[in-house]
């Protein structure tokens, strides 16, 4: 299937610092893209090339077909900023109308907008009185002008209460399978694991790491821990006989490697006669982008 966003070997310094390093990507339509990185790793700088604002030093970018900034790009791709200010004096309809109206669309669809996003029963009033999750959604029902195939949203729930959020990634679903393609930066890692389709995850200017979570997940081959609690009195008799574990809160744990997973388990079944309770803790998205993020060195 044709990408609606492919990246080819980006590469952007600002003085002699790399910002991204030849970086590639690509976003399918109807796909979520989750976009991880410390502070600094380069996402707002690859957003601001997807979206025109910036060229980069080399390297391609393809958005629905068209060079970024470019009128035929612009008309398909909605942005959302990570802090987005509105005018404190205008409604929201006012607002989202304007915005209607830089498209060259009718401003009469504004109030539908709104209703997408939760917000129809506040539209009248003045933006300068919504609060900051009210007025995040402002800013989602801008990036929903124009039936745009590309979203580009850095830290679109950040500010948003858990139920808002719910909302929000319902409202993505919607927009995914409708064929649109979604990029967004988060800091929020069980979020996005949960309701994305893939991980890209920049450092240092970098693409370190690209996958579904259980694809990034077997590439790390990270410790697995398994948590042992052992009926009474048995406790030292399980860790006589499973070197290596430790007492932990309210039980035993022991680590061992992806490949050794089955014989750990073997060994733990052997002494079932001892054990009360048994779990196996796969390493968190933390780990995992702990992981990945420190590839570099840093
Ligand atoms: N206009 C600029 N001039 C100089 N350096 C810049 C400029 N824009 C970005 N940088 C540098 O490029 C690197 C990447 O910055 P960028 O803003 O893309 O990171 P980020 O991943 O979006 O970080 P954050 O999560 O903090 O928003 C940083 O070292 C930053 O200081």
Do not use: W
Request: hydrophobic share 45%; with cysteine.
């Amino acid at each position: 299937m044709t990408s609606t966003l492919t990246i080819s070997h980006l590469t952007k310094t600002f003085d002699g610092v790399a910002a991204l390093s030849d970086v590639s990507l690509r976003v399918a339509p109807g796909e979520r893209v989750a976009l991880l990185g410390h502070n600094g790793a380069g996402k707002s700088t690859l957003m601001k090339i997807i979206l025109g604002l910036i060229t980069p030093d080399s390297g391609d970018v393809s958005v629905c077909g068209a060079v970024p900034g470019r009128a035929a790009a612009r008309a398909q791709v909605a942005y959302l900023p990570e802090n987005a200010t509105f005018h404190p004096a205008l409604t929201g309809v006012e607002q989202v109308s304007h915005f209607m109206r830089l498209r060259n669309l009718n401003p009469s669809g504004a109030m539908a907008v709104l209703d997408r996003v939760g917000l129809a029963i506040a539209a009248k009033r003045r933006i300068g009185t919504y609060s900051k999750g009210m007025r995040q959604r402002v800013g989602l029902a801008q990036a929903l002008i124009g039936h745009p195939r590309l979203l580009v949203l850095d830290e679109p729930t950040s500010g948003l209460d858990p139920v808002s959020r719910r909302d929000f990634y319902e409202l993505l679903d919607a927009l995914a399978a409708d064929g649109a393609a979604i990029l967004l930066s988060s800091h929020a890692l069980t979020e996005v694991e949960a309701r994305t389709d893939r991980l890209l995850i920049l450092s240092g200017g970098q693409m370190v790491a690209e996958g579904t979570l259980p694809q990034l997940r077997r590439e790390a081959a990270l410790p697995v821990a398994m948590h042992v609690t052992a009926l009474n009195g048995y406790e030292p008799d399980i860790l006589a006989a499973l070197p290596g574990a430790i007492r932990v809160d309210g039980g035993l744990q022991l680590t061992c490697t992806q490949d050794s997973k089955l014989e750990t388990l073997a060994r733990i079944s052997a002494l079932q006669s001892k054990v009360a309770d048994f779990d196996v803790v796969p390493p968190s998205l933390e780990d995992i982008y702990s992981h990945f993020s420190r590839r570099d060195g840093q």
